[in-house]
């Protein structure tokens, strides 16, 4: 664990606002260990964000196995022609949405890096999950990749951002104490501009920031860390992608989500106790988990 030189006996608590204990890429016995590692660490809280129907159900019984888990479900971009064969998929995902430990709608959004799915299928199947969450009232978890304004548009056009939606949900604190709207849409492993990120803020969204923060190189994702109040933060692992540093090159795991905190913490120039702290208070905030 990554500790503050002036108080090592601190308790860190961590929360880890995205990650894959449903990655298909494990095995059942790849799976409990990964989740005993996180059950003994300093992760106290993590968010399972499902891709599609069948990780959709892997995170729900990944929520009711481990105490520190909980689920998000919905269709990522790649998987959405999934959803053109079965439409009626996107009708289990509604009722499985009120399953107990079920906290957002997600993860969703646009991939044009990849293209797995056509774009017009990507563009539908995302607008009809938002009408989904905002339906049942529920936060949003956005991918973006190589489609940052048209992310943007689509959620602006389908209320993602509107007064009523932030009706529906408490409003956090600022950086000065005040009381501002929250729209309860989290922009997960942001690589935008810190311009993005800044319009972001101002509609209520939330930034999750991830290993890649960690790369030396990184400049643009460090600016923005430095340039968004950490109120409007979380951190992730998107494990097991994304391996921060000390650790890339290795498949990545939640419990490394300690380095993501840290450069945070270094960027921010504040200690590594506060910003666990700050993170993980965010991301409850977000995930409406008390």
Not at 101 to 114: C, F, M, N, Q
Not at 140 to 153: C, F, G, L, P, Y
Not at 206 to 221: A, D, E, F, H
Request: hydrophobic share 35%; aromatic share 8%; with cysteine.
């Amino acid at each position: 664990m990554v500790k503050n030189e002036t108080d090592k006996t601190q308790e860190v608590v961590l929360f880890d606002a995205h990650t894959h204990i449903n990655s298909e890429n494990y095995t059942a016995e790849q799976r409990a260990e990964v989740a005993d590692k996180v059950t003994n660490s300093a992760v106290k809280y993590a968010v399972d964000p499902a891709s599609n129907l069948s990780s959709t159900i892997q995170s729900i019984e990944n929520a009711a196995a481990y105490d520190w888990c909980y689920a998000a479900v919905g269709y990522h971009p790649h998987d959405s022609r999934e959803l053109e064969e079965h439409p009626e998929y996107l009708d289990k995902i509604r009722e499985l949405a009120s399953s107990d430990k079920v906290v957002a709608i997600g993860e969703i959004g646009l991939d044009y890096y990849y293209d797995l799915s056509e774009r017009d299928v990507q563009r539908r199947w995302f607008r009809e999950q938002i009408r989904m969450a905002n339906d049942l009232k529920m936060p949003i978890v956005i991918h973006s990749r190589e489609a940052d304004q048209e992310t943007m548009d689509i959620l602006k056009e389908e209320g993602a951002f509107s007064r009523e939606r932030q009706s529906w949900f408490e409003p956090r604190k600022g950086p000065d104490g005040e009381l501002l709207p929250d729209s309860r849409v989290l922009l997960h492993c942001f690589s935008q501009s810190v311009e993005m990120a800044k319009q972001y803020v101002k509609l209520g969204a939330t930034i999750s920031i991830c290993g890649p923060v960690t790369y030396k190189n990184n400049r643009k994702t460090q600016e923005v860390v430095k340039n968004i109040p950490i109120e409007f933060l979380t951190v992730e692992t998107d494990a097991p992608y994304l391996t921060p540093v000390p650790h890339r090159g290795k498949p990545n795991i939640s419990p490394y989500v300690e380095f993501v905190a840290a450069k945070v913490a270094e960027l921010k120039g504040i200690s590594y106790e506060e910003a666990a702290a700050i993170t993980c208070a965010n991301a409850k905030h977000f995930y409406n988990i008390k």
